[in-house]
């Protein structure tokens, strides 16, 4: 059984580090393999605890640390799974956080963002979107425009979609849409789309910024998912503490 276990655990690794093959790298990709090195090793070399007093002390330790982080990404994750459960009324303004374009092209996650806003769009005739996203290393064009490319080419009317295309992270995001919204006199119900993994940071950020956030969610391609569930379990805790 431990090596059954240990064998998923590198599985896993593998999983997290993945994107690596297409030079993707980030926080939450590495940090999760760290943590499970020590156990792994564990799980195949049992003898690397020894039966000495000091040993048993520091294998509680271990234990009750592995406990602890468990816990506590456990209790996180299902934070995350549960602010995907907020679903929009009506005509909400739709609001589409931006996500890298490579060139011109939007990456596969932008490229899912936009397909659920154009079917809430068609789904609710009389609401308006807010693409979002400036223009960053590597891009062509805006994020912002990139998202207005694709829903117009899925028939949706150029009139409906304000642009967005100052903002670098989600804070300014959401607090570039809350101006336009404002200045627009748009309903300030959000229906915020983007990953199920971000939607409980975007809404505590939506909310600092004056609006009522609600949940519309691309699924995210398995390709890249663990490591972004991973990184956003320390985002939204940056983004709830006082630092």
Not at 180 to 189: F, G, K, M
């Amino acid at each position: 059984m431990r090596k059954i276990i240990a064998v998923i655990l590198i599985l896993f690794c593998l999983w997290l580090l993945l994107p690596l093959l297409k030079g993707i790298v980030h926080i939450g990709m590495i940090y999760p393999v760290l943590l499970l090195l020590p156990l792994i090793c564990v799980l195949l070399k049992p003898d690397l605890i020894s039966a000495s007093k000091r040993k048993k002390a520091l294998t509680l330790l271990l234990i009750f640390a592995y406990a602890l982080i468990f816990l506590f990404f456990g209790g996180t994750l299902l934070a995350l799974g549960a602010a995907d459960k907020n679903t929009p009324p009506a005509d909400s303004t739709v609001v589409v956080l931006g996500c890298k374009v490579h060139g011109t092209k939007p990456s596969r996650v932008l490229l899912d963002r936009c397909n659920v806003a154009a079917d809430y769009l068609r789904e609710n005739p009389d609401s308006v979107c807010i693409a979002c996203g400036g223009r960053g290393k590597g891009e062509d064009i805006s994020e912002a425009e990139a998202i207005f490319n694709v829903l117009t080419a899925k028939g949706i009317s150029p009139e409906r979609i304000y642009l967005e295309d100052r903002s670098v992270n989600t804070e300014e995001n959401l607090a570039f849409a809350a101006e336009i919204i404002s200045v627009e006199s748009l309903p300030r119900n959000v229906a915020i789309v983007s990953d199920r993994f971000h939607q409980l940071r975007a809404g505590i950020i939506a909310k600092r910024a004056g609006l009522t956030p609600y949940a519309v969610s691309a699924s995210t391609y398995l390709f890249v998912l663990p490591g972004y569930w991973a990184r956003e379990v320390l985002a939204v805790w940056a983004a709830i503490l006082p630092f």
